[in-house]
């Protein structure tokens, strides 16, 4: 079974501070890798996707993505209360049978 | 505007009843899935479609079926709702063809209740 990993959380981070989330996957075929950010009862939005190794910033996001260790995270700088949500995890293969692949979930809470 | 469009939006239903939850994508999408999210349970999905007339299950299908006889829509039919079916339900649509895969795109989601 193709799984992506998260730890739940809740992650508790101060406003202004970088909040680091993080994310494993089994499948080594993975080849595109996406976090989505998911407010209660609303639907998940893209908030940054990587198919490279190393790090891709937009804003105040950076993921990063190491193959090698099966490693994604996603960092985000300058916290703000308007970022606490829960941020998921995804992760496709390349071939035309792969399927997108999410993980439960980190639950982010910032605080004032 | 490019969107995934779900109806309804809530649903409370009673056990046994057949009902029909839509989705419709405007942006000529192959794949289409449709996904339940439970409590600490994630996204999973029930069923997904590469194309038109082209279905296949998901990790939780039982219980459920789907149709694909237009590329837009991909209707999520629940032929007996059963309580364990309450949840919150996500359509959403990507672009199959092009590689890297791109982002799925969810619908507003629809949260059913079974009573």
């Known amino acids: 079974q193709k799984e992506v990993e998260q730890n739940s959380g809740p992650l508790s981070v101060p406003e202004g501070a970088i909040a680091s989330l993080n994310c494993t996957y089994s499948d080594r075929g993975s080849q595109s890798f996406f976090w989505y950010r998911q407010y209660s009862g609303k639907s998940p939005e893209l908030i940054m996707f990587?198919?490279?190794?190393g790090d891709k910033e937009d804003g105040r996001f950076t993921a990063q993505l190491n193959k090698a260790s099966q490693y994604v995270s996603l960092l985000i700088r300058d916290s703000q209360p308007s970022d606490s949500a829960t941020y998921l995890c995804?992760?496709?293969?390349?071939?035309?049978?792969?399927?997108?692949?999410f993980g439960s979930g980190t639950r982010l809470s910032i605080r004032p | 505007e490019a969107q995934v469009t779900q109806n309804p939006r809530y649903l409370i239903t009673v056990t046994g009843k057949k009902l029909t939850v839509t989705c419709s994508q405007n942006?000529?999408?192959?794949?289409m899935s449709w996904y339940r999210q439970d409590p600490g349970l994630g996204l999973r999905q029930i069923y997904y479609s590469m194309n038109v007339e082209v279905t296949d299950k998901g990790d939780v299908p039982e219980g459920y079926k789907v149709s694909r006889k237009e590329k837009r829509n991909f209707p999520l039919i629940l032929e007996s709702p059963s309580p364990n079916q309450t949840s919150l339900y996500f359509c959403?649509?990507?672009?199959?063809?092009?590689?890297?895969?791109?982002?799925?795109?969810f619908g507003q989601g629809t949260r059913l209740t079974v009573v």
């Open positions: 995804a992760a496709q293969g390349y071939s035309s049978a792969s399927k997108i692949i």
């Open positions: 990587i198919y490279s190794n």
């Open positions: 959403a649509s990507s672009l199959y063809s092009q590689t890297p895969r791109t982002e799925a795109f």
């Open positions: 942006m000529n999408h192959e794949y």
